[in-house]
Every structure is written in structure tokens, then in C-alpha cells.
């Protein structure tokens, strides 16, 4: 018997684990960088170069969420993947220490540890991700992913700020006090967090095939032959391509062009973060309403948030021609805004989509995308910084330079909303159902080959 959907404690409740999991990464991405940046004054990258490790190691997510697969349960992935997570931290934390007094001993650990939480990350968000999904009606969808984003963010902004507090003073020992605290905690409410939420049967639910244990590229091939699964991994590509290639520049381009103090920029990423969480909201409340679950008006709001995202992009390559008289602001405000409509409804259609095409591959598909999501993610900031060198470089006009790079990521954009609307496309082509209400997997996709 399939178990009821989730109401809205239980989707609180897997929130707490993406905080949980949150709390640990901010502390390893952003609080180590910066010790050893500031504190052990090692080149900038030393840290990037481990962030690096971690972000490449989510390509195994979709062989992690096979394991998920054919057991059949999310939860001891779920808390595997905290654990390891967890160990991770603390052996950076170590590491971090370690390097004040033996420099190549310390940053071999650190690899190992980076790699650790690239795998915990991988394995305890695919399945986190697959659970939810399956465990959330139509309707709760994009309330749902929007909970569950904030409750992440709310992990890094209250870890960084409480660490951050516990630090000061900084000693080798206080860092590795901090984090095994954080660490512990974070395992203890996971625990605690999804206690009796799964069930002890077949958490799977309806649908559920026992003889799914099939080999990893079996499955991997039957997922990537399922031609909407196939067009939303390059539509999740190309759409993180562009929403990362913006992040690193954006203060940047307001220091070098429209001339604002670090003080000042900081200020304008606070108003484009704001845009976001109004952009998450304005689509969960619409999308979260009456009928408003179904997962067509989620992929709509997709094309529209790309379209949207586009549109801020082209307006900001046009601000630094006019100069101090663009509206500024609010040109981020709405770029904002627009990135944060995007998210929340790809995030939905995405756990509306984890359910349909092969049964029991929920886990290969989640990870599918999942990986897609993080080198692309990963790779954008790298590649927009690289972007505006050259550009300035071939130029010799900032101005220009950021024109061209803004114009070529809203250009991605677009590529990114046709991509949506083709995902929706193909299940029209093929004939499938759409999944039914609840999150009971729809007939499995026809296995012909058409092109991404």
C-alpha cells in the first residue's frame, strides 16, 4: 500500500535535513577558505582547487542513487550520506589545522576529506531529494521545494554566523571544537528529523519493482533513453550554466562600471538575494493553489523564469552603456526575482518528473540531474570569471567586456527556455501520461531514441 503524501510537518521535518546539510557545507566552503586564505595565508587556490574536488564528485550521484534504487529505501542513504558528510568536515577541520604546522601533510588530508564530503553530499541530497518527491502531492510541490530551499539557506546563514562567532579568537583548536560540534548536530537532527517519516515497508511505495536490481549502466542507459529525462538533464545543464556564470561577477561589475564601494556592491547582493526569495514565493503561492500543482504550469513557470532571467541579463550588458542613470537596483531586484522563480519551478517539476518513465529508477534519474546541476553549477562561476578576462583582454573596455559576457548568459538563457518547453513537448510526441496525483509513478517511456 502506497503511504499518504506528506503534510506539512513532514516536509518541515526533511527540511531540517537539508539544513543539517547545509550547516556542515558552509562551514567547509566558506569558513576553512577562509582561514586558510586569511589565517594561514595560502593562495586562494588551495581552497578552490578542494571546493573543486567536491563539486566533481557529484558525478556519482546518479550510482548513488541507484544504491537508493534497489533497496528500495532512501533513509539509510539519507543518513549514510550525513555520516560520511559529517566525517568529511571534521577531517578537513583537521586538516585545516594540521597545515599551520605541516603544510603537505595537511593538504593531503584535506583531499581526503573534501572527497568525503563530495560523496556524503552526493549520497544524502539524491535520495533526500528522491524521498521528497515521491512523499509530496502535486499541489505541495512548489511550496515544498521552496521550504526546503530556505531551510537550507537558513543552515548557512545561521552556521556561518554562529561559527563565526565561536571562532573568534581563531585557534587550530577552537576551529576543530566548532566544526565537530556542527557536525554532531547536524546527525543528530537528521536522525531525529526523519524518524518514522520513511516507514518500514517497501518506501517505494506503488510501483516498486523487486527485480530492479539491475546493473548501474543498465539503468543509467534506460533512463538516458527516456527522452524527457534526457531533455530536462541538458535543460538543467545549460540553465545552472547560466545562473552560475552570473554569480561571481555581478559585484564585480557594479565595483568596476557603476563605481560602488565593496560596502555598496555587498548591499546590491542582498537586494538581488531578496529578489530571489520574492521570486520562490511568488511561485510556490501561485503554484501551490488549487489546481496550480499540476506539472504543467511548473514547466510554464520555468520557461517564463528562464525568459525573465534572459530579459534582466540583456538589461544589465545595456546598464553599463546609459551608466549612473540605469536603475541599478532594481535591474538586480528583477534579476533576482526571476532566477528565483526559475529554481523553484524547475526544482518542482523536477520532483514531479523523478516519478514518471522506468519504474524504480527514481534514484538514477534524481542523480542524473543532480550531477548535471552541480558541475554545471560548478563549472559557470569558473567559466564567467574566465569570460570577462578575456573579454577585456580582446576589448580593452570593462564596459564592453561585461556587455558582451551578461549578453552571451541571457543568450544561454533563452537556450535554456526552449529546452523547458521541449521537456513538455516530449511527452506529447511520445503519447505518455503525465504522473498521477500523489507521486505514483506513470507508465514507463517508450525506449526510442530521439535526439536531446
Given at each position: 500500500?502506497?503511504?499518504?503524501?506528506?503534510?506539512?510537518?513532514?516536509?518541515?521535518?526533511?527540511?531540517?535535513?537539508?539544513?543539517?546539510?547545509?550547516?556542515?557545507?558552509?562551514?567547509?566552503?566558506?569558513?576553512?577558505?577562509?582561514?586558510?586564505?586569511?589565517?594561514?595565508?595560502?593562495?586562494?587556490?588551495?581552497?578552490?582547487?578542494?571546493?573543486?574536488?567536491?563539486?566533481?564528485?557529484?558525478?556519482?550521484?546518479?550510482?548513488?542513487?541507484?544504491?537508493?534504487?534497489?533497496?528500495?529505501?532512501?533513509?539509510?542513504?539519507?543518513?549514510?550520506?550525513?555520516?560520511?558528510?559529517?566525517?568529511?568536515?571534521?577531517?578537513?577541520?583537521?586538516?585545516?589545522?594540521?597545515?599551520?604546522?605541516?603544510?603537505?601533510?595537511?593538504?593531503?588530508?584535506?583531499?581526503?576529506?573534501?572527497?568525503?564530503?563530495?560523496?556524503?553530499?552526493?549520497?544524502?541530497?539524491?535520495?533526500?531529494?528522491?524521498?521528497?518527491?515521491?512523499?509530496?502531492?502535486?499541489?505541495?510541490?512548489?511550496?515544498?521545494?521552496?521550504?526546503?530551499?530556505?531551510?537550507?539557506?537558513?543552515?548557512?546563514?545561521?552556521?556561518?554566523?554562529?561559527?563565526?562567532?565561536?571562532?573568534?579568537?581563531?585557534?587550530?583548536?577552537?576551529l576543530v571544537a566548532v566544526t565537530g560540534?556542527?557536525?554532531?548536530?547536524?546527525?543528530?537532527?537528521?536522525?531525529?528529523?526523519?524518524?518514522?517519516?520513511?516507514?518500514?515497508?517497501?518506501?517505494?511505495?506503488?510501483?516498486?519493482?523487486?527485480?530492479?536490481?539491475?546493473?548501474?549502466?543498465?539503468?543509467?542507459?534506460?533512463?538516458?533513453?527516456?527522452?524527457?529525462?534526457?531533455?530536462?538533464?541538458?535543460?538543467?545543464?545549460?540553465?545552472?550554466?547560466?545562473?552560475?556564470?552570473?554569480?561571481?561577477?555581478?559585484?564585480?561589475?557594479?565595483?568596476?562600471?557603476?563605481?560602488?564601494?565593496?560596502?555598496?556592491?555587498?548591499?546590491?547582493?542582498?537586494?538581488?538575494?531578496?529578489?530571489?526569495?520574492?521570486?520562490?514565493?511568488?511561485?510556490?503561492?501561485?503554484?501551490?493553489?488549487?489546481?496550480?500543482?499540476?506539472?504543467?504550469?511548473?514547466?510554464?513557470?520555468?520557461?517564463?523564469?528562464?525568459?525573465?532571467?534572459?530579459?534582466?541579463?540583456?538589461?544589465?550588458?545595456?546598464?553599463?552603456?546609459?551608466?549612473?542613470?540605469?536603475?541599478?537596483?532594481?535591474?538586480?531586484?528583477?534579476?533576482?526575482?526571476?532566477?528565483?522563480?526559475?529554481?523553484?519551478?524547475?526544482?518542482?517539476?523536477?520532483?514531479?518528473?523523478?516519478?514518471?518513465?522506468?519504474?524504480?529508477?527514481?534514484?538514477?534519474?534524481?542523480?542524473?540531474?543532480?550531477?548535471?546541476?552541480?558541475?554545471?553549477?560548478?563549472?559557470?562561476?569558473?567559466?564567467?570569471?574566465?569570460?570577462?578576462?578575456?573579454?577585456?583582454?580582446?576589448?580593452?573596455?570593462?564596459?564592453?567586456?561585461?556587455?558582451?559576457?551578461?549578453?552571451?548568459?541571457?543568450?544561454?538563457?533563452?537556450?535554456?527556455?526552449?529546452?523547458?518547453?521541449?521537456?513538455?513537448?516530449?511527452?506529447?510526441?511520445?503519447?505518455?501520461?503525465?504522473p498521477v496525483a500523489g507521486g505514483a509513478?506513470?507508465?514507463?517511456?517508450?525506449?526510442?531514441?530521439?535526439?536531446?
Amino acid at each position: 500500500m502506497k503511504a499518504a503524501p506528506l503534510g506539512w510537518l513532514g516536509i518541515f521535518r526533511l527540511g531540517l535535513v537539508q539544513t543539517s546539510l547545509g550547516a556542515i557545507v558552509v562551514l567547509t566552503t566558506s569558513t576553512l577558505n577562509r582561514i586558510m586564505v586569511v589565517e594561514l595565508a595560502l593562495p586562494a587556490m588551495l581552497p578552490g582547487a578542494l571546493v573543486a574536488i567536491h563539486y566533481a564528485l557529484q558525478f556519482l550521484r546518479p550510482r548513488l542513487g541507484h544504491g537508493s534504487d534497489v533497496g528500495g529505501r532512501r533513509t539509510p542513504w539519507i543518513v549514510g550520506g550525513m555520516a560520511v558528510l559529517a566525517a568529511g568536515g571534521m577531517v578537513a577541520s583537521l586538516a585545516t589545522a594540521w597545515m599551520a604546522t605541516d603544510l603537505a601533510s595537511g593538504i593531503a588530508l584535506a583531499v581526503a576529506g573534501f572527497v568525503l564530503i563530495g560523496v556524503g553530499v552526493g549520497a544524502a541530497g539524491t535520495s533526500l531529494l528522491v524521498l521528497l518527491a515521491k512523499r509530496v502531492d502535486d499541489r505541495r510541490r512548489a511550496p515544498a521545494a521552496t521550504i526546503v530551499w530556505i531551510m537550507m539557506i537558513a543552515g548557512f546563514a545561521v552556521t556561518a554566523g554562529v561559527a563565526g562567532h565561536l571562532l573568534d579568537p581563531y585557534t587550530p583548536a577552537r576551529l576543530v571544537a566548532v566544526t565537530g560540534a556542527v557536525c554532531a548536530i547536524a546527525v543528530a537532527v537528521t536522525l531525529a528529523a526523519l524518524w518514522g517519516v520513511e516507514g518500514r515497508g517497501a518506501p517505494a511505495g506503488e510501483g516498486y519493482e523487486p527485480k530492479a536490481k539491475v546493473p548501474f549502466r543498465a539503468a543509467l542507459a534506460q533512463v538516458w533513453d527516456e527522452t524527457q529525462s534526457r531533455r530536462f538533464t541538458v535543460f538543467i545543464f545549460v540553465s545552472m550554466l547560466a545562473y552560475g556564470a552570473q554569480d561571481l561577477i555581478l559585484e564585480p561589475f557594479a565595483g568596476a562600471v557603476f563605481g560602488l564601494t565593496p560596502g555598496q556592491s555587498t548591499k546590491l547582493s542582498g537586494v538581488q538575494h531578496g529578489g530571489v526569495l520574492a521570486g520562490m514565493l511568488l511561485v510556490a503561492i501561485v503554484c501551490g493553489v488549487g489546481r496550480g500543482g499540476r506539472p504543467g504550469l511548473l514547466r510554464l513557470w520555468t520557461v517564463i523564469g528562464c525568459g525573465a532571467s534572459a530579459l534582466a541579463l540583456f538589461g544589465l550588458a545595456v546598464a553599463g552603456a546609459v551608466g549612473p542613470a540605469w536603475p541599478l537596483n532594481a535591474s538586480v531586484f528583477f534579476l533576482g526575482v526571476a532566477n528565483g522563480a526559475y529554481a523553484i519551478a524547475a526544482i518542482g517539476s523536477m520532483m514531479a518528473l523523478v516519478v514518471a518513465g522506468h519504474k524504480s529508477r527514481e534514484g538514477v534519474r534524481m542523480g542524473l540531474w543532480g550531477a548535471a546541476q552541480a558541475l554545471a553549477f560548478g563549472s559557470g562561476g569558473f567559466l564567467g570569471t574566465v569570460a570577462i578576462d578575456l573579454a577585456r583582454g580582446l576589448t580593452h573596455s570593462p564596459v564592453l567586456a561585461y556587455s558582451i559576457v551578461f549578453a552571451s548568459e541571457g543568450a544561454l538563457f533563452l537556450v535554456a527556455a526552449w529546452l523547458a518547453a521541449r521537456v513538455d513537448a516530449a511527452r506529447r510526441e511520445e503519447g505518455e501520461t503525465p504522473p498521477v496525483a500523489g507521486g505514483a509513478a506513470a507508465p514507463a517511456f517508450a525506449l526510442e531514441t530521439r535526439g536531446a
